[in-house]
């Protein structure tokens, strides 16, 4: 109660918090997309590739407001994208290594402007390090004007260009031939990706924004075949995760934001593949058991069928013919009982087995099927 | 001295990486290099609470082993199919590097890595650390290690040359001639985490990134045997290593900063200029043969309607508007240089008549 009581009283808990939970929704539903588009590392390479623009716009300004140094990382990422494009399309140079290079050239170069401006002789670069690993904490009622305004904007252009993206996602090629230019949608969806980044760089830190659009978009899919469904979810799963991690780092001593939003985000993938109905793991090995019993009970009433063959009227036989004809392989005993309570088989007060007109339905009607 | 050698650590540093990296460039694994880079740092931070020995020889093996689990990890993510291989990366590497991080600031007194040193690297402080034996000083030990790791490099590379090529551009027929591809797939992966762990030290986990995958894609680039891939790749991380030293030496800033940087300036040298694959390259070829087939075109135009007779009238270079669609500077350019290249000549009364060897190419271009 504490914490709830701290949350809606505490000025700076509050702040954190809202300001964690939209750009959680901002990364979640904009990251639902990266993810479906098997661009996930993408979002890896912008963060990272935005370094040396937050580092240049203090360096170009001398100013340290949050919306100098997020156009500044939103450029930076942004050319980074073009340049993977570019490598990509006209160049035999992979993806993935296109993506590792600008990665790490551009975060190498951001480090290099980093520690030029740190031995600047004035101290008003101090803080810029916290671009990092991400500082809740430092977050003000301003910043989250800029988080919330451009967060808005990302989330508004999903909604205006939904069929747009949507069609990009699953079939640009369909797109195309309706006459959608698909080129177009792609660079603007990914400016909308780049910006859910850079509004989390201060907060999540360049070396693990990429963790927070991936995440929670992976929780969002294993619950859902819609794609909306899947876009709310991930926005949804997003804003738990940013408020556990900055409100737990910010609350207690020495816990960056940035790993422990991560931490937090990765614990809701690993429920949602747990326990994720129809595609999760738990629920998907109850159905292969529950598959494999039906099998086995198909086997053993068909083995009953045939017996009933041989003899005329009801006739009853013994567990143990029923187990021979099965060479033992299968557990014979519980497929009678999930038959008896089907209705399918029955019993004799001799403890002997045969098959029911219901049973004896059932086979002759998968016997016309196939 | 000191100077020469961080060079030399750089050097060597990053060639180790770029031999290595060759082949995650090669297999598309390069990612997989980011992954490794990021997840050994959780190896040296468990080993070193079980130890408490920052010198501790067992933190490599320690890495090295987080590295190959990392590995494993994502590939049991992407077997449950629940998630698409560049999202099981995108989820393992994270989790697995927050733990560590969370750890080092916590316990940030007992450590002695701080979260700087993790992404930048020491190696100006190579030089510090020296390796003696029986008092003498034999230089710093950064170097005697990743001397060894280069050894280790080039041996493995060296012995199973064959199967390494073999498995990276025909996986399905290695596997076919019995070479245990998964086998070799989790050799070489340590080989790549011990080579991380080594080069982490020095330049910080995302910066060997840069080493382990510019170089290689660059040599890539320029050529396509994988000898000459291998050698320009070394050649071309020395390249960085020094460039990279003395850009930073110039402005004071992070030296493994500078080698990335370089390394990146190397690979867009090579993207633009390259020889045959570059972009301008590219385009002049493109811009020759698009001349050179409108010259083509006019010696079948001219074959086409010759002993015709229109001929006066369709072989002249102002009727080339009509009837290719040609603007006439575009036309007035295509006749002067198929007559440069003696396709065709200009009669006084301004017909265009072939040469016998622009009749001889026409007809060889129709003949297909």
Redesign the interface.
């Known amino acids: 109660m504490d914490l709830l009581r701290d949350l809606l009283f505490d000025y700076t808990l509050r702040t954190v918090a809202l300001g964690a939970a939209t750009l959680g929704i901002v990364a979640g539903a904009l990251g639902t997309f990266a993810v479906l588009r098997r661009q996930s590392l993408l979002g890896d390479a912008i963060s990272h590739a935005a370094l040396p623009g937050i580092v240049l716009a203090f360096l170009l300004t001398g100013m340290k407001s949050t919306f100098v140094l997020v156009l500044g990382a939103a450029i930076a990422g942004w050319i980074g994208t073009l340049i993977v494009m570019l490598v990509v399309r006209h160049s035999r140079v992979p993806e993935d290594s296109a993506l590792g290079i600008v990665l790490s050239v551009f975060f190498g170069a951001g480090l290099v402007l980093l520690t030029y401006v740190q031995k600047l002789p004035d101290a008003s670069q101090a803080g810029l390090d916290r671009f990092l690993f991400g500082q809740a904490a430092t977050m003000l009622s301003r910043d989250i004007v800029v988080i919330g305004g451009l967060g808005a904007i990302a989330l508004l252009a999903v909604v205006i260009f939904w069929k747009e993206f949507k069609l990009l996602s699953f079939d640009p090629e369909f797109g195309a031939s309706l006459g959608v230019p698909m080129r177009t949608v792609d660079i603007l969806l990914t400016t909308f990706l780049v910006i859910a980044i850079v509004i989390g760089l201060q907060t999540v830190g360049v070396v693990l924004m990429s963790a927070l659009v991936i995440a929670p978009a992976a929780a969002a899919r294993q619950w859902t075949n819609s794609l909306s469904v899947m876009v709310v979810l991930a926005a949804l799963f997003g804003a738990i995760a940013g408020v556990t991690g900055a409100v737990i780092s910010s609350s207690a001593q020495h816990v960056p934001t940035g790993p422990t939003i991560v931490l937090a985000a990765t614990t809701l993938v690993l429920f949602s593949m747990l326990a994720a109905p129809e595609r999760g793991l738990v629920w998907s090995a109850l159905s292969r058991r529950r598959q494999r019993q039906q099998i086995r009970a198909d086997a053993v009433l068909a083995d009953l069928y045939a017996l009933a063959g041989h003899h005329a009227g009801e006739h009853g036989h013994e567990l143990a013919v029923l187990e021979t004809m099965r060479a033992g392989r299968t557990d014979v005993r519980r497929a009678l009982d999930v038959l008896e309570q089907r209705g399918l088989a029955r019993r004799d007060n001799r403890n002997r087995w045969s098959i029911t007109d219901a049973g004896r339905a059932e086979v002759e009607s998968e016997k016309e099927q196939s | 001295m000191i100077a020469l050698e961080i060079q030399l650590v750089a050097i060597v540093v990053s060639v180790a990486c770029s031999l290595a990296g060759v082949f995650l ?1 090669l297999r ?4 997989m ?2 992954a490794i880079s990021h997840t050994v740092l959780l190896g040296i931070v468990l080993v070193f609470f079980i130890t408490r020995d920052i010198g501790s020889p067992l933190l490599v093996v320690g890495a090295a082993a987080m590295g190959v689990a990392t590995v494993a990890l994502v590939e049991l993510v992407r077997r ?1 199919r ?3 291989e ?2 099981s ?3 393992v590497f ?2 697995l ?3 560590a ?2 750890l080092i ?2 316990y ?1 007194g007992s450590v002695h890595l701080d ?2 040193a993790v ?2 690297g020491e190696i100006a402080f190579a030089p510090f650390r020296r390796f003696e034996a029986g008092g003498v000083d034999l230089g710093p030990r950064a170097l005697w290690i990743m001397g060894g790791i280069l050894i280790l490099n080039v041996s493995f590379i060296a012995i199973l040359y064959k199967e390494l090529k073999l498995s990276t551009f025909d996986p399905g027929l290695a596997a076919a001639l019995g070479f245990a591809p998964g086998v070799l797939h989790y050799a070489f992966m340590t080989l790549v985490s011990i080579t991380a762990v080594g080069a982490f030290d020095t330049v910080g986990s ?5 080493l ?3 170089p ?2 660059t040599a ?2 320029l050529s396509d045997s994988l000898p000459r891939v291998l050698v320009l790749s070394a050649a071309i991380a020395t390249i960085a290593a020094l460039g990279g030293f003395w850009a ?1 030496w110039l ?4 030296i ?6 370089a ?2 300036v190397l ?1 867009l040298l090579a ?1 633009m200029l390259g020889p045959d ?1 570059g ?1 301008i390259a ?1 385009a002049r070829r493109r811009e020759r043969q698009r001349w050179e087939f409108a010259r083509l075109m006019l010696a079948i135009h001219l074959l086409h309607h010759e002993g015709t007779e229109a001929s006066a009238e369709e072989n002249r270079e102002t009727h080339l508007g009509e009837h290719l669609r040609w603007e006439p500077q575009f036309a007035a350019r295509v006749v002067r240089e198929a007559e440069e290249h003696d396709l065709l000549r200009r009669l006084p009364d301004g017909q265009l008549r072939l040469t016998s060897s622009g009749r001889l190419a026409a007809e060889r271009a129709m003949a297909g």
């Open positions: 460039v598309r694994m390069a990612l290099s980011d449950t629940l998630v698409r560049d999202a990366i995108g989820l994270p989790a590097f927050s733990i991080v969370i600031t916590r940030a979260t700087d992404l930048l995302i910066l060997v990134v840069a382990m995958i510019a290689p894609a890539y680039l930073a402005i004071d800033a992070s493994a900063g500078c080698m990335a940087a390394a990146g690979f993207f694959r972009l590219v």
